[in-house]
């Protein structure tokens, strides 16, 4: 069984910055990607960023500049460092890795969920 927890969420003002950090544990052969979504109020869960092993990232653009993902491949970790936030901002964060639980089997895994709400 694995799981992911995510942690760092809260309240923030716009223009503060937050990060967000999330933890993998449990029966891992490996990981490959990690990535972040959000889902805001009254709309789809969207991906924010993702990052592979081998440290390649990519962003959505509505947050390009402004947040950066990075990880801890050793500590099966990944992080959100969100700068320059803002009400469109607000929303549940979503931990999320690709997972190799032994060598033949691969699974995807959600965290549980952090809120970020950004007032203006």
């Known amino acids: 069984q694995v799981q992911l927890v995510e942690s760092g969420g809260g309240l923030v003002q716009a223009g503060g910055s937050l990060r967000l950090s999330c933890a993998a544990s449990g029966s891992i052969f490996s990981i490959n990607y990690m990535a972040w979504y959000r889902q805001g109020p009254g709309k789809q869960r969207e991906l924010v960023a993702k990052?592979?092993?081998?440290?390649?990232?990519n962003y959505a653009a509505s947050v390009k500049g402004r947040f950066t993902i990075s990880r801890d491949n050793a500590r099966n970790t990944v992080e959100l460092q969100m700068n320059s936030l803002n009400p469109e901002d607000t929303a549940v964060y979503y931990c999320n890795a690709e997972i190799r639980t032994t060598a033949r089997s691969i699974i995807p895994c959600w965290g549980q969920g952090t809120q970020v709400a950004v007032s203006s």
């Open positions: 990052i592979t092993t081998g440290g390649v990232t």
